[in-house]
């Protein structure tokens, strides 16, 4: 090797990839924490590795939508960069809040740190901090996000079965229609009859010397009872029966209007998500946040007339999908 030419750098450590399941790769690495001796960050998480070298994951939370880039330890504090703006949390587990304003809501494009002072770069500014600074790693601690909800295909079935506009309700309507031909017009008379009638003769006789009235009485009663039942078809309704055609008028208005209540549900609850995410964005301290929790909050109560109370109730279930509490 020539006695101008740069020195090789060589390096004695190697990591083996974490198998703890489908992780996804490597972003950025931290070493020798005192929770960890060594911790990839991954796309849900970390990936962490102890003493005796066994690998376990750390599932994090997120902004809605972030992504992360970056991970860094100083001050005492893990630093974590997203495009979503920096994170800040004593350890690796958690919990992690938005730094303060203004690298807490922009995407940060570079972080590096020391003991010493951390350097973070946004798409507008470079910032750095010392230690016994405020800016930009003091830790706000916002109020926590209204939950997302239910998928909106639960919301749309919720809805449709609450009004009543399910499809299977149309065709049923369409199939007991066509069905009605086949039905009998079943016609029944009961006929009633009573007859009474009585009669009264007078008589004599001369029996023995001696004069005799003779008195005759006659009564007869009779009850008639008649059930005549018929039965017929009219099989021309087989064929076609008028009243599909007040059905079918009947089942485009339906249609029409189960259209209407799915494009209302499906437009208020992608307007709330981007609401929650705007509020996502945005520092604790903005005077927008207020005005967007409570527009969150209107957009659910509109979701919950339209369900009948069901999405009031997806949102506290411990068991559905997206939520992490009421409003």
């Keep these: 090797m020539p006695a101008d030419a740069p020195e090789r750098t060589r390096f004695s450590m190697r990591v083996a990839l974490p198998s703890v399941g489908d992780v996804g790769l490597p972003v950025d690495a931290l070493f020798d924490l005192p929770e960890a001796e060594v911790a990839l960050l991954v796309p849900s998480g970390f990936a962490v590795r102890g003493p005796d070298g066994s690998w376990r994951v750390l599932r994090v939370s997120w902004p809605p939508g972030a992504t992360p880039r970056r991970v860094a330890a100083a001050h005492g504090r893990r630093l974590l960069a997203t495009d979503a703006g920096l994170l800040l949390a004593p350890e690796l587990a958690g919990p992690w809040q938005r730094a303060a304003a203004p690298v807490g809501s922009d995407a940060v494009l570079a972080l590096a740190a020391t003991q010493d002072e951390v350097i973070v770069a946004t798409a507008r500014e ?16 916002p109020a926590p996000l209204p939950p997302l909800g239910p998928d909106v295909r639960a919301v749309q ?53 001696a004069l005799r009235d003779l008195h005759d009485w006659d009564q007869e009663e009779s009850d008639d009872l008649s059930i005549e039942a018929a039965v017929t078809w009219d099989l021309g309704d ?29 437009q208020t609850c992608f307007e709330r998500r981007r609401t929650i995410a705007e509020l996502a964005a945005r520092d604790a301290s903005d005077p927008e946040v207020g005005a967007l929790r409570l527009r969150a909050a209107e957009l659910a109560a509109g979701i919950d007339a339209w369900t009948g109370g069901w999405y009031t109730r997806a949102l506290r279930g411990p068991d559905t999908p997206g939520t992490g509490g009421s409003e």
């Design 157 to 209: 079935r919720a809805a449709l079965a609450y009004l009543e506009l399910e499809p299977g309700q149309a065709r049923s309507l369409r199939a007991r229609a066509g069905r009605r031909g086949w039905l009998p017009l079943v016609t029944l008379r009961v006929g009633h009859g009573r007859d009474d009638s009585r009669s009264r003769a007078y008589d004599q006789s001369f029996v023995s010397g």
């Design 238 to 266: 087989v064929v076609f029966n008028p009243d599909e055609i007040d059905v079918s008028r009947e089942l485009r208005s339906v249609i029409a209007l189960r259209d209407d209540v799915l494009d209302e549900v499906t």
């Design 126 to 141: 470079v910032l750095r901090a010392e230690p016994g600074e405020d800016a930009p790693v003091t830790a706000t601690a």
